[in-house]
């Protein structure tokens, strides 16, 4: 069975960090590149981040560069965001998505796996 398991989101307050893991079972986790996505309430599912499944290279959006950093280890078959700096308009629920595929995507359309989500609210 297919499974992405996301944890580390949690209430914090503006200019804090938190880190997300996405843990990975049921594929071949080598295979696979890993984006972040977030749905703030009200708003469409954008973007935040991927990474490509062999030379680990990663796409950022605009509005979380020089703050949020993506990586992951093989090892463990995770994923994660370390999340720093964080703003109120970060709040969101937080998806791990996988995509058989060397590069990775930010659009949601090309993920053939997504997890359950987890909640990030950052409070002013």
């Known amino acids: 069975e297919v499974q992405l398991v996301e944890s580390g989101g949690g209430l914090v307050q503006a200019g804090g960090s938190l880190r997300l893991s996405c843990t990975a079972s049921g594929f071949t986790f080598d295979d696979y590149a890993f984006g972040w996505f977030r749905r703030a309430p009200g708003k469409e599912r954008e973007g935040v981040s991927c990474i490509s499944s062999s030379r680990g290279t990663n796409w950022y959006a605009d509005f979380v560069k020089d703050r949020f950093s993506i990586s992951k280890d093989n090892a463990k078959n995770t994923v994660y965001l370390q999340m720093d700096s964080l703003k109120p308009e970060d709040t969101a629920v937080y998806y791990c998505?996988?995509?058989?595929?060397?590069?990775?995507?930010?659009?949601?359309?090309?993920?053939?796996?997504w997890g359950q989500g987890t909640q990030v609210t950052v409070s002013s």
């Open positions: 998505a996988a995509e058989k595929s060397n590069y990775c995507a930010a659009y949601g359309h090309y993920y053939d796996y």
